[in-house]
């Protein structure tokens, strides 16, 4: 679904990936760690247009998407899930909501069917749909921006640290969902600090530092917080 080929990126002269490579095949999940500073946010800023790449090449079920701007990228069915923080604190849950979906604002029927969904997984946005998303818990936001994703019908999304200041229930509440959009046949980017929520899901993992991928694995026995940790902390190489 995604491939990301030898991808150099940073901020005008400041270059921060340094040649990443991976890939996230149809209806996987696939986790991108590391510590402060390793290029986690640069790397989903590139894949979803914010940030253009100087050298490499994206692809999205084989079509190249690092030229596409950030605009257009729902369209091609990738979407960034921003940190709960991110939600529009003086509109109401709904409107919100319904922001995932402006691309397809003509589609007026099947937008209504698809905000119900939302409510649906989400019955905690049902009951506040009036309320300004300024108002919300921490962990209804990020339900939230996940929801406004959602209307755009992705078959790629882009998590960006779901469990980022949230208590451990609530982490357990959105792994929950994520599992279930998975199971839904969407593609799945996880950038996440938690390993433990990252072990618990994804099928792949890459850990990044210093702007490369220091290493890659299949998720599976013996991948554990102990055997990835050295390579955070830059004794291990791939
Ligand atoms: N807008 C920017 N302009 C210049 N440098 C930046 C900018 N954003 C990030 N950087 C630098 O790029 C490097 C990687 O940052 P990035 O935000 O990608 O890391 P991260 O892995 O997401 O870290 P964290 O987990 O702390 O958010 C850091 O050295 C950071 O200072």
């Known amino acids: 679904m995604l491939e990301v080929r030898n991808i150099e990126s940073g901020y005008g002269r400041t270059k921060v990936l340094h040649g990443v490579s991976f890939s996230v095949s149809d ?34 079920a084989g079509q190249r998407i690092d030229q596409v701007p950030a605009c257009r990228m729902a369209s091609s069915g990738l979407v960034l899930v921003p940190q ?22 003509r589609e ?13 997984l989400f019955p905690r946005l049902a009951l506040r749909r009036k309320a300004l998303a300024g108002l919300l818990s921490g962990g209804e936001r990020q339900m939230l921006a996940i929801g406004r994703a959602l209307l755009a019908r992705p078959r790629m999304l882009l998590l960006d640290e779901p469990s980022s200041a949230l208590a451990p229930k609530v982490v357990g509440e959105i792994a929950e969902v994520i ?9 799945i980017l996880l950038v996440e600090q938690n390993v433990a929520m990252a072990l618990e899901l994804a099928d792949e993992l890459h850990i990044l530092r210093e702007g490369r991928v220091a290493h890659s694995c299949v998720n599976g026995p013996g991948v554990d917080l102990a055997s990835l940790q050295e390579f955070y902390l830059g004794k291990g190489t791939r």
Do not use: C, W
């Not at 709904?94 to 397809?104: F, P, V």
């Not at 007026?108 to 649906?120: C, N, S, T, W």
């Open 179 to 187: 599992r279930g959009l998975r199971g839904r046949g969407i593609s």
């Open 27 to 60: 209806g996987a999940l696939v986790a991108v760690l590391g510590g402060n500073g390793s290029g986690k946010s640069t790397t989903l800023k590139t894949l979803a247009g914010l940030v253009r790449p100087s050298a490499g090449e994206i692809t999205l």
């Open 108 to 120: 007026k029927a099947r937008l209504r069917d698809d905000l119900q969904q939302v409510y649906a």
């Open 84 to 105: 709960g923080k991110e939600v529009f604190a003086a509109m109401s849950v709904e409107e919100n909501i319904l922001m995932g979906g402006y691309h397809r604002r």
